[in-house]
């Protein structure tokens, strides 16, 4: 890892992307990883939508509970392999397993596409495998990129994402009907293999400039549910858990009142999927801009806390609106809102969070509260709408998702605040993979 205290900038695209030259092929490598790697999800995540509706609007609670339970399966599964293998092969190895699930899929839905049981172990997985991934890939760039440079590069390496997750989409639409879903899934699965030659090229660009160590070639070590452990103990760790619960809570609410306004709007499944790629296009598109010229910048000036904050504020705004008028449209530009800030600034900034704590904490109990966390806040979040709704209707719903999002911006103002102010309490790591 490197500081970067005292390197001077030159270039016109280092002006632009608030990078220094001998940065800018970390910043490449980092947004190709994240726009193949977003690439391959978003092409997945329209036809994921549609198995959820198909299988019934008031079951999709019990997806969240599968999901739930898939995270406490592969998590202490990560924890031991993560014990046995270097660190600079964790990636090779989560990703490589992976793949052969998704192969798997490709085949069973090949054999028999409208099996629902296939279709929705399909959904349960996807949710998996999108919150674990991702949480990995994360975990190695905090590893490639010191604090400050985490906070000015970022929100450029995220826009790979948005691009991906823009690509994603489009493919979908174009390719779903010569190649079927088993055919979009071999297609993911192979972008999620190129992946790798972008690790590759980091762990090389690290090693070369700021040399080789021996930690790399380390098994991280510790317990299997270390990252449990670490949570348990360390005040900083246990806010951030909390924010990302309250951040997925408010999250799902939304996802649930998409269900059922998308099914009630447009009952053909295939208008469905339509809608759900378009508004993941819409997003993306107006996420990019905001990560390659904003994110970096807001952060630098004026802290990771307005990145933390800004999403939750707009959303209790936005609860408030669906309150009065839950209309279909209405709610796209809510869902569009919230999900255009959480990639452009709420993402971005629990990211930067992790890049000064330790490799415990960056590869365990980050990937802890990136999935269990995650889903918990998931499936509690995917109960309690479906029990108020049913007991009362959608606008209390809306309201109790505005009383959460004050809650997640109290709880982002602390964490921002003990991040700007270097009060994480743990240790930086200063190796590179």
Sequence with gaps: MASDAGAPRRGVLARIFAAQPHEM???GG???????????YFMLRPVRETFGIAGGVDNLQWLFTGTFVGMLV???LYGWLSRKLPRRLLLYATYGFSAAVMTGFA???WADPDNVWVARAFYIWLSVFNQFVISIAWSFLADVFDPAQAKRLFGQVAAGASLGGLTGPLLSAALVAPLGHAGLLLLSTALLLATLGCVAYLQRWAGARYGETGEAAQPIGGSIFAGLTLIARTPYLQLV??????LTMVTTFLYMEQARIVEATFPDPVRQTQVFGTIDAVVQALTIGLQLLATGRLAKKLGVTVLLVSVPLMMVAGFGVLTFAATFPVFVAVMIVRRVGEYAFARPGREMVF????????YKAKNVIDTVVYRTGDLVGAWSSAAITALASSAAAAVAGAVTAALWALVGWTVGRRTDRGAAGASVNSSPL
């Design 25 to 27: 092929p970390a910043v």
């Design 30 to 40: 980092g947004f190709a990883l994240f726009f193949l790697l977003f690439t391959s």
């Design 74 to 76: 592969v998590v202490p």
């Design 107 to 109: 085949f069973s839905l």
């Design 241 to 246: 858990s909390v924010f990302v619960l309250l």
């Design 355 to 362: 890049a000064s704590v330790g490799v415990e904490e960056k």
